[in-house]
């Protein structure tokens, strides 16, 4: 079994920047594809960005395109989301998961972490 563990979350002011890490053990990293969730107060968990097992393909929302960049350090056994140009909209909790392959959703994603929470403000 894989377990996960972010960490980097915390209080940023909107327009700044801000990473997240996603630590696993249990298992070989570079086995999984993997990505970041997030879910706001009273709305439902969205996608935001994926990455394949080696960091060839990478997907991402949207409501992120060009801010965040997702990458990974197999090596390492962490995966990362850098965070920049922050909005008070970004609040959120903000999950990582691993699973067979990335796409633009959660399909597929076996393994969640309990999240951290990112909070922006004005």
């Known amino acids: 079994q894989v377990e996960l563990v972010e960490s980097g979350g915390g209080w940023v002011q909107a327009g700044g920047s801000l990473r997240l890490s996603c630590t696993a053990s249990?298992?070989?990293?570079?086995?999984?594809?993997m990505g970041w969730f997030r879910q706001a107060p009273g709305k439902e968990r969205e996608f935001l960005a994926t990455i394949n097992f080696s960091g060839y393909s990478k997907y991402y929302a949207d409501s992120v395109r060009g801010r965040f960049t997702i990458s990974r350090d197999n090596a390492q056994s962490t995966l990362y989301l850098q965070m920049a140009s922050l909005k008070p909209e970004d609040t959120a909790v903000y999950y990582c998961?691993?699973?067979?392959?990335?796409?633009?959703?959660?399909?597929?994603?076996?393994?969640w972490g309990k999240g951290t929470m990112v909070t922006v403000s004005l």
């Open positions: 249990g298992g070989t990293i570079g086995n999984y594809a």
């Open positions: 998961a691993a699973g067979r392959t990335a796409t633009r959703g959660e399909d597929g994603m076996n393994y």
